[in-house]
């Protein structure tokens, strides 16, 4: 028989540390409907998972029904999108190997695809963002970690398991900081928030120079960027140092994929040219020498939110359709 029909909406969720933001989205990446709540607020994953497929199941009955939705896609912290699962994650509060996919699909009775965040975040760029049009490029996620995702030939690499492109697991330092994943020296304990943090404590403790840092109950790297932006000396060195870091970094991940440009997201991206002034400096420095010059260093246009949940969107039309509700 031939289908005369087809379903033209999808349901993109991301699920980060601190938020989980679901929307319907439609064939041509129009937010038909969006909400939110705290990822926090459910530190067991059976409640996590039972609250998230209510809500889901309202956004979805207040706005056509079950018969319009055609899959789900799911941007998460440590998602594997070739097992569906979420992987021994170091950030969020359910730990082990969580069968992300499947426990959506059997509450919900549709299709679901599970990936790491990083790697939904570049869907959302190839499609609706900075790397429109491009075939090879990484986008890096700055943020509580350090993710990033390689396009190559207008495809996600994602390795054999799917654990492709955890560059901020790379060993930068072999006796360096330990890292929330068990590691020495990775390169996420050095510019992510907490090795901001950590920098920061360290340059106060040694050196006696005044610093508004000191005098900042609730210090973070948004008020370490604004101390920056009224000449704050220390606050300007702790960004030099991270941004020297992931300039270094950076120069060896180019060199293995030689990538048309680094796409850089993520709260931490928002300082600017405190961080990739000195990051560029060290990257060309470092990097191999048939490529100075020719890899670009670019910022995000879209807003989290938009690139997240579309960058799921994304995803959900890559799974094989399946649903109860046909």
Not at 67 to 88: A, D, M, P, Q, Y
Not at 188 to 215: F, H, V, W
Not at 257 to 262: I, L
Request: hydrophobic residues 40%; contains cysteine; aromatic residues 8%.
């Amino acid at each position: 028989m031939l289908q005369t029909s087809i379903k033209k909406r999808v349901i993109g969720v991301n699920i980060s540390l601190y938020t989980t933001t679901y929307a319907i989205v439609d064939i041509r990446g129009n937010i038909i409907a969006q909400d939110s709540f705290p990822t926090q607020d459910h530190p067991s994953i059976n409640e996590f998972i039972t609250f998230l497929s209510y809500r889901l199941m309202q956004i979805i009955e207040a706005n056509g029904g079950y018969e319009t939705i055609r899959s789900v896609g799911v941007g998460v912290l440590s998602g594997n999108f070739v097992k569906g699962c979420i992987e021994h994650s170091p950030c969020l509060p359910w730990k082990g190997e969580i069968p992300l996919a499947t426990l959506l699909r059997d509450r919900l009775g549709l299709a679901v695809a599970v990936g790491n965040n990083a790697h939904v975040r570049a869907l959302g760029e190839h499609v609706f963002g900075r790397a429109h049009g491009m075939s090879n490029f990484v986008v890096i996620t700055l943020g509580p970690g350090l993710g990033s995702c390689t396009f190559t030939n207008g495809r996600p690499h994602l390795g054999h398991d799917g654990f492709a492109g955890e560059v901020g697991h790379m060993c930068i330092n072999p006796n360096g900081r330990k890292c929330g994943c068990g590691s020495l020296g990775c390169l996420e304990a050095y510019c992510a928030e907490n090795g901001i943090m950590l920098t920061a404590k360290k340059l106060m403790e040694q050196s006696n120079k005044p610093s508004l840092m000191r005098d900042c109950p609730d210090l973070t790297p948004k008020k370490i960027q604004d101390f920056c932006e009224q000449g704050d000396e220390m606050a300007i060195d702790v960004y030099r140092r991270t941004g020297e870091i992931l300039g270094f970094g950076m120069s060896f991940y180019a060199s293995i994929v030689n990538p048309e440009a680094f796409i850089f997201t993520g709260g931490i991206s928002l300082a600017g040219h405190w961080l990739f002034d000195p990051a560029r400096k060290v990257f060309e420095e470092n990097v191999f020498h048939n490529l100075r010059g020719r890899v670009k260093f670019l910022m995000s246009t879209l807003t989290d939110i938009e690139r997240n949940v579309l960058g799921a969107s994304a995803l959900a039309w890559e799974v094989s359709e399946y649903s109860l509700f046909k």
